[in-house]
């Protein structure tokens, strides 16, 4: 897996479907967008697979609300709902994000600190949410700090540094 490329995987897009669930995931990317004044409501750091027949698949890594904390799932990012922004992929990379997952996964998610991120609320060290994780996982200090929006701007203007 250490030659696959790593991206930061950030959510851009409008989820499908009908029901209250789909609404209420619809309300919560809306809220997270305006709170945290950007374009993303949900990151993940992403390792492409070898393509298939079906297409181009990724190994996505974050903490998710929906998925009730830190997990690993396979799946597409579209490009109509997904941004990708190409991380270091060394063999560094690759161990840090497994050690990463390694101590952390089913960990639960931390609301309160995903809040905190627009209402100064504490954050729960044995918790994470998806930006959280992600800035853990290439490496950025006070991950805690930092939302999907805010984790775009600082990969992308480190990307144009190096």
């Known amino acids: 897996m ?6 930061l995987a950030l959510y851009k897009g409008r989820r499908d479907g009908t029901g209250w669930r789909v609404w209420a995931a619809r309300f919560t990317d809306g809220l997270t967008r305006v709170l945290t004044r950007g374009r993303y409501s949900h990151c993940e750091i992403a390792v492409s697979l070898p393509e298939t027949a079906t297409g181009q698949e990724y190994a996505c890594y974050s903490a998710s609300i929906r998925d ?27 161990e840090r ?14 609301l309160t600190g995903a809040l905190g991120i627009a209402f100064s609320l504490p954050q729960n060290r044995r918790l994470w949410f998806c930006s959280e994780w992600c ?4 490496g950025l200090p006070a991950g805690w700090r930092w ?3 805010d984790l775009a701007a600082i990969v992308s203007a480190l990307k144009r540094q190096a």
């Open 2 to 7: 250490s030659n696959r490329q790593i991206y």
């Open 68 to 94: 009730k904390g830190v997990r690993m799932k396979t799946m597409p990012l579209p490009e109509d709902k997904w941004d990708l922004i190409p991380l270091p992929s060394t063999p560094e990379a690759h």
């Open 97 to 110: 994000l497994q050690r990463l997952w390694g101590a952390t996964e089913g960990q639960g998610y931390d």
């Open 147 to 149: 939302s999907p929006n």
């Open 135 to 138: 800035a853990h996982a290439v």
